[in-house]
């Protein structure tokens, strides 16, 4: 199947913890995203890579780093987890130019 | 800064009803506009992508349109159903490629 998959789909973790989430995509897209949903269903983006080069670095705390591999991979590491932290975290990509996005499944992370 | 607004937020509509929900943007410089559906614990299923140039989109029983100008776009769902149920999210491309997406509108469908 084509898609952006995510791994896990869930993650429950305690404060302090430093935790990964990954993703990969084989649709040939050259950029790579990570979104953030909060308890209110707000989606916001934190990072995107084109090519593996960052091109987008929102306002996150830098406990939040994100890893590119190759085009095809976007990992999300993020240390000494918070509470607000908690949240479920979406994957996407897409092709370059003005085209629309692909999401993944989404994690959920639980920070306890 | 590029500000996403849709409305209402929730809505419920008898079977068969057709609807609108409403997508209104702050800034008309946009690449596209993009229509996403979430069901509930889900991700995002990409239902209609309209570009900067074009007004409107078609799928099935889903028809999105876009005014740049006046900064709006509204999903039409023609002869509701049941399995419609879900939030549907609105998000612009701005002119530096990041999609900026509206706080959605829960559509509930009774049968």
């Known amino acids: 199947d084509t898609a952006v998959s995510q791994t896990p789909k869930y993650l429950v973790t305690q404060m302090g913890n430093d935790k990964s989430i990954k993703c990969e995509q084989n649709l040939g897209h050259d950029t790579m995203y990570w979104y953030k949903q909060d308890s209110k269903k707000f989606l916001k983006i934190m990072f995107s890579?084109?090519?593996?080069?960052?091109?987008i670095n929102e306002t996150v705390p830098n406990r939040f780093s994100p890893k590119s591999p190759d085009k095809a991979h976007l990992n999300l590491h993020i240390n000494s987890l918070e509470l607000g932290d908690s949240a479920v975290y979406f994957c996407?990509?897409?092709?370059?130019?003005?085209?629309?996005?692909?999401f993944g499944s989404g994690t959920r992370l639980t920070v306890v | 800064k590029q500000e996403v607004t849709q409305i209402p937020a929730a809505l419920s509509v008898p079977e068969g009803e057709n609807l609108v929900l409403n997508c209104s943007f702050t800034d008309s410089a946009i690449y596209n506009l993009q229509w996403f559906r979430q069901d509930p614990g889900k991700g995002l299923t990409s239902l209609l992508l309209?570009?900067?140039?074009?007004r409107e989109q078609t799928s099935g029983r889903l028809n999105a349109s876009l005014d740049k100008s006046s900064g709006r776009s509204t999903l039409y769902i023609a002869a509701s159903q049941p399995g419609d149920s879900a939030t549907y999210l609105c998000?612009?491309?701005?002119?530096?490629?990041?999609?900026?997406f509206g706080q959605g509108t829960e559509l509930s469908v009774k049968p």
């Open positions: 890579y084109n090519n593996k080069e960052l091109i």
């Open positions: 309209i570009q900067s140039s074009q």
């Open positions: 996407a990509s897409s092709p370059t130019g003005d085209y629309g996005y692909t």
């Open positions: 998000a612009v491309m701005d002119q530096g490629g990041k999609l900026i």
